[in-house]
């Protein structure tokens, strides 16, 4: 610095030591100055590719934006000014040294950078610079001390020497201010940004970074949350790179290339594996043995990692918080050093009183910064884990779309729900602390580098103590880890058992099998909670390891400290500095065992996650739906067809040849092959051998039909758009006007999960009115007739599907049972064991006598007993048909060869019933088709009020009642909660009792009294801190293991009985996936977060207690700072908690709708890809997502 300072002096000590303290000029001209300038040139290169990257549009310019530049190009003209100052000097032979060229040269010049990314920035979109906000915070901080300076010597000298530089620097450090404050405001949004679209768009995206950093954009969320409960339309929308929109694709696109690379590893090695034995067996001849092991090589094959996929897909924005993660680290370390400098400060007599100002100033600011940095990092790690969350339910539900049968064997509903809600939020919990896997070593071996100096070699027995604790941790995780698959083994077959009881709850009811089935439940509960004592037992011995460790190191290093040599002395800055080195460590060594935990945890769902979306899918190409120019609607060549591809075939040898416009009916006895067909067809099934083409669009009515919960007309259309005249026509086709006038909404029904408030004809008939309406090329219908009465199926078969139905002249494959109408279609195709046994026309069999002879002959009294229903019906209900449609079905039976004779018999017997005066079912009917008609006709019917059926999930308002509170205390025991309580502040009394032993421990250097008393002290310091572990332990063993497991079978045993014992009508208004998240999400918090929150809560309320019990006795003075403080938090708290107590239930709310959607999804999903509607289902659950994350955003924000 000599050389470009020349004379002037750059650091002597003497400045610190004098009342008014002073920076030497060469510093202030060098230093100073250029620490923003190199902070801006570093940066620089980076954040200009990033925003060249990253262009969020075009940005007019404003008058702020001109006032910036402006005042940029002003700042270069006058660091520039005492450039030319400095050269005309030196043509004066005024020789200045050359730090009056340089500084003025590199200043104006960062400021020439300044002001170009303040236009560069507008051009891309930049609202608000937080590098330029830094940049200027730096310089006015830099300039704050020549500020000073040059008035403090102004007024020693009487005067000014260079007035020029003089009046440059303030005019400098004016325009520096200005620019810092201007940057505090943002610019206009964006051309075309989505801020302009959106009337309810985040404020997040147009805060400056002041705000970014301090969260300040929340506060009219949390003003509206405080003044009302917030409700759904309070929420802002979701940041558009958080929406599922851009998160799943993103994670499915790693996904695919993980899949790949899975892919082309194994057909490397398979190539491999090929050369090889090719080589051995012409070299060597090897036998069949060798040939069975390469295979068995083979075959053990790479998986594709989701770790990777979900690492490429969300690391790098994690990686930014891990960033401030280390610079928050980084910041603890300093506020011991303070500290150290604080004793000294109050030992030394003679320093100047500013040093103690000074130090507790940035004591402060060090500890702020630190809270900010410490809260961006959180904010980034729960942000990752919310599109992790989004991401896994996404792909999990794409995934369960197209699934083969034979995985669906092996991942169940209540397995895969439970992918969507627990284990994804394994990963949710795991990404808040995760950093700590690496910033816990960090801090240790930080910690223990200062407390070496402090202390010296004594630190290692610290050290050795916690080595001794690794092997103890590693195999407490191991069986944590064990025990935690185990649990999820028996929470999926709960949640499987307990979507069945849904599922079939009103045959349940009906059997009076309630009893049977809460003991199968409560047995599967038993063992699950067997499971998490098990895992309470080894986080209770963990705990208590792992929260003695900081004492049980600073008991162990102080007492070798000590007795090593007499003159080491532990006096108050060693013990203390040492002691917050201690507490410093402490957080990292009570994380370490809770991050492992989530990691053991989170690897057990990253596995199930791995083998579900590792699960075959089914072949898009298996069915060729080209529109070919042939013939044929529906070709089957040499189709041999199973539900697994290890299975035995279950269609073998399938030809079949559907022509344009044809009805094709297939028959055959119960169990051979009928419904696999249409699957088949659908492409459902594995397709091992032969060709299927279909040519054009696909309607499928499935035998068991699948209902939507929502409107009757929503579940016919389907998707589609709403035409009058054409939804008239099908419903009148598919005889559900009647129905229309019986339900008490019309069409706007709301249908129950499952079509459950529908009977099993009129959900069978909405199946087939869905098919209708899609104008479909091909229609599957797999025995449609079967669940409707039977004169509800002829009329159907007449209007709809046979021969002059509205769908003649469509292609038809009519799986059916019911004989009597297979006159009338063009070919029947007859199935046996799988095969096609003949296919013709109906005289064609016939005449063959062959397997469709047997068929008839077997069905005929079957079909017999249909008749008698039909003839009963036609003759009752003479208003719905028309007068000769008995006729005309008599004709039909003439026609027919088999067992005529019979069914005259039965005809002349029902004809004499109907005659019969006395028979209570033909009076039932008359007194029927009398009231039908004298009811209004449909036009003049008043339009009645449409009640919603599902009711929408009520959210409680205000704080949670003091009832929820006690309800859980009555579970756990009021006594035993009492007790509880009392160890609770007993352990913090104890840990606080150590702290004061500590400080009178210290107080024996002052009185030459350090080795005398030494084993008392150290006696009693280990007394104290083994006393605290032993409370630990029994707290956490009588919390965890024994009170709160005891609470979570209460409150789950009175959750089941209050389902089994609820009426049907509450089955019918609530959606199963809604009573899933109560059985899985809710019980799982019960679980294990509860516990755990309830333990952070209980600590740190007793430490508050006692910390403000032990300052107010040695420092009553305290108390008169304690009151207002108090106060203030107490407010502040009630405006926080007020939201985010709201926000937590919305987004509770939210969530069950994921999980019934996905729920009914799984159960239609053969339906939903035969209707080609996968994308618009996907995005349906996105939305469903979405909506629940914009509960969630906040609610992490408002916890900042």
């Known amino acids: 610095m000599e050389h470009l300072c020349g004379q002037l002096t750059f650091w002597p000590n003497l400045t610190l030591h004098s009342d008014r303290p002073d920076l030497p000029e060469c510093f202030q001209l060098s230093v100073l100055p250029w620490a923003p300038c190199i902070y801006l040139w570093a940066v620089s290169p980076l954040y200009i590719l990033y925003l060249k990257r990253n262009s969020r549009g075009y940005i007019m310019m404003s008058i702020l934006n001109r006032i910036k530049t402006v005042l940029g190009l002003i700042l270069w003209i006058v660091c520039w000014t005492d450039l030319f100052s400095s050269f005309h000097e030196m043509n004066q032979n005024q020789s200045k040294p050359p730090i009056y060229f340089v500084t003025p040269l590199i200043v104006g010049m960062t400021m020439l950078l300044a002001t170009f ?418 895992t309470a037992y080894l986080s209770a011995l963990s705990t208590m390891a792992w929260t003695s460790a900081p004492f049980l190191v600073a008991l162990t290093t102080f007492a070798v400290f000590v007795s090593v040599k007499k003159e080491n002395i532990l006096d108050a800055e060693r013990a203390f500095v040492s002691l917050s080195l201690f507490n410093i460590l402490r957080f990292p060594l009570n994380m370490l065992p809770q991050v492992i935990s989530s990691i053991v945890q989170a690897s057990v769902s990253l596995k199930r996650i791995q083998d579900f979306l590792s699960h075959p899918e089914l072949d898009p190409e298996s069915v060729d739906r080209r529109n070919n120019t042939s013939e044929y609607a529906v070709t089957v060549v040499n189709g041999k067809f199973a539900w697994a591809k290890q299975d035995q075939p279950t269609l073998d040898n399938i030809n079949v040849m559907v022509p344009q416009g044809s009805l094709l009916a297939v028959v055959g006895h119960v169990g051979c092959g009928k419904t696999s067909l249409v699957s088949a067809l659908l492409g459902e099934m594995e397709k091992l051998d032969g060709q299927i083409s279909i040519r054009g669009s696909v309607a499928y009515v499935p035998q068991q039909a699948w209902i939507q919960n929502c409107t009757l007309r929503d ?280 702290n004061f032993w500590l400080s009178e421990w210290t107080n024996d250097a002052e009185n030459n009294r350090t080795q005398e008393n030494m084993e008392m002290r150290v006696g009693v310091y280990a007394a104290l801190g083994i006393s605290q572990g032993a409370l630990i332990l029994a707290n956490c063993l009588l919390c965890r293991a024994y009170s709160m497991l005891k609470a979570a079978h209460a409150t789950h045993l009175h959750m089941l009985q209050a389902i089994l014992r609820a009426p049907q009508a509450f089955f019918e208004a609530t959606p199963s996936g809604r009573v899933l998240n109560r059985f899985s999400k809710d019980v799982d918090t019960i679980d294990t977060l509860i516990p755990e929150n309830i333990d952070i809560w209980m600590r740190t309320f007793w430490y508050t207690v006692n910390v403000l019990l032990v300052c107010s006795a040695l420092t009553p003075m305290f108390l008169i700072v304690i009151v207002p403080l108090m106060l203030f938090y107490w407010w502040v708290q009630r405006f926080y908690v007020a939201t985010s107590r709201q926000l937590k239930r919305l987004e509770s709310v939210s969530r069950s709708p994921i999980y019934s959607h996905f729920s009914e999804t799984i159960t239609g999903t053969s339906v939903i890809r035969a209707y080609g509607r996968n994308a618009a289902f996907v995005l349906l659950s996105d939305m469903k997502v979405d909506e629940n994350q914009k509960s969630y955003y906040p609610g992490i924000v408002s916890n900042r």
């Open 117 to 534: 990314l303040i236009q560069f920035e507008r051009l891309k979109g930049v609202q608000s610079s937080g590098v330029l906000f830094i940049f200027w915070t730096i310089s006015v901080l830099c300039a704050i001390v020549p500020f000073r300076s040059k008035i403090m010597h102004a007024n020693q000298e009487n005067g000014v020497d260079d007035k020029l530089r003089f009046t440059t620097f303030y005019i400098y450090f004016g325009l520096t201010l200005l620019e810092l404050i201007l940057s505090c405001f943002n610019e206009k949004p964006p051309l075309f940004s989505s801020v302009a679209t959106d009337p309810n768009v985040c404020p997040e995206t147009t805060a400056g970074f002041l705000s970014k950093m301090t969260f300040w954009w929340f506060t009219s969320m949390a003003i509206k949350g405080y003044k009302s409960p917030l409700e759904n339309k309070d929420l802002w929308s979701l940041n558009k790179q958080d929406s599922s929109e851009l998160v799943v694709p993103n994670l499915l696109n790693e996904w695919e290339v993980e899949k790949s690379k899975a892919q082309s590893e194994q057909s490397v090695k398979e190539q491999a594996t090929f050369t090889k034995t090719g080589a051995e067996t012409n070299h060597v001849g090897g036998g069949p043995e060798e040939a069975e092991v390469l295979l068995s090589e083979r075959k053990e094959s790479r998986k594709p990692s989701f770790l990777w996929a979900l690492l490429r897909a969300f690391g790098p924005y994690f990686l930014i918080g891990s960033a401030f993660k280390l610079l928050q680290d980084l910041i603890t370390f300093v506020n011991p050093q303070l500290l150290r400098m604080l004793i000294d400060f109050t030992k030394d007599k003679h320093a100047p009183l500013w040093w103690g100002y000074a130090l507790a100033f940035l004591m402060f600011g060090t500890s702020l910064l630190q809270t900010l940095i410490l809260h961006q990092h959180f904010q980034y790690c729960f942000v990752t884990g919310m599109r992790l969350r989004s991401g896994i339910i996404g792909a999990i539900y794409r995934k369960s779309l197209v699934i083969t049968n034979e995985a669906k064997r092996s991942s169940t509903v209540g397995e895969v729900v439970n992918l969507m809600s627990v284990d994804a939020q394994r990963f949710m919990d795991l990404t808040t602390f995760l950093n700590m896997l690496w910033s816990a070593p960090l801090q240790i071996i930080l910690a223990l580098f200062f407390l070496w100096q402090n202390l010296g070699p004594s630190v290692l027995a610290g050290v050795a103590v916690m080595v001794l604790l690794i092997p103890f941790n590693a195999f407490i995780a191991m069986k944590t880890r064990t025990y935690q698959v185990e649990q999820m083994k028996y929470k999926d077959d709960r949640i499987k058992l307990m979507n069945e009881i849904l599922n079939g709850i009103k045959v349940l009811k009906l059997y009076a099998w309630e009893v049977s089935f809460k003991e199968k439940i409560l047995q599967i509960r038993q063992k699950e909670l067997n499971v998490l004592r098990k």
């Open 715 to 994: 579940n016919i259309l389907f998707g589609r758009p709403y035409v009058e005249h054409k939804y008239r026509c099908v419903l009148e086709a598919c005889a559900l006007t009647p129905d229309l006038e019986v339900l008490p909404g019309g069409d706007q029904t709301e249908i129950g999960e499952k079509g459950i408030n529908l009977s099993g004809g009129q959900r069978q008939r909405v199946s087939l009115a869905r098919a209708l309406y899609s104008e479909s090329d091909v229609y599957l219908l797999d025995d449609p007739l079967s669940a409707v009465d039977a004169h509800v199926a002829k009329h159907i078969f007449d209007k709809v599907i046979g021969p002059e139905g509205v769908l003649k002249g469509k292609t038809r494959i009519l799986v059916t049972h019911g004989i009597s109408f297979l006159p009338q279609v063009d070919n029947i195709l007859v199935l046996v064991d799988g095969r096609v046994s003949e296919m013709g026309s109906y005289q064609e069999l016939l005449k063959q006598n062959g397997a469709f002879a047997e068929f008839l002959r077997n069905y005929s009294l079957e079909d017999i007993i249909e008749d008698d229903e039909v003839t009963l019906s036609l003759v009752d209900e003479e208003e719905d048909f028309p007068d000769d449609a008995l006729s005309n079905h008599a004709d039909m039976v003439d026609n027919e060869p088999v067992v005529n004779e019979a069914r005259r018999q039965f005809m002349r017997q029902i004809s004499i019933m109907s005659n019969d005066p006395e028979n209570p079912k033909k009076m039932s009917r008359r007194r029927r088709c009398s009231e039908r008609k004298h009811s209004e006709p449909p036009a003049e019917k008043k339009e009645q009020k449409v009640n919603k059926l599902i009711q929408a999930e009520t959210t409680e308002t205000g704080r949670v009642k003091f009832k929820v509170y006690w309800e859980y205390m009555k579970a756990v025991g009021p006594l035993l909660s009492l007790f509880i309580c009392f160890l609770y502040g007993c352990q913090s009394a104890a840990a606080i009792g150590a």
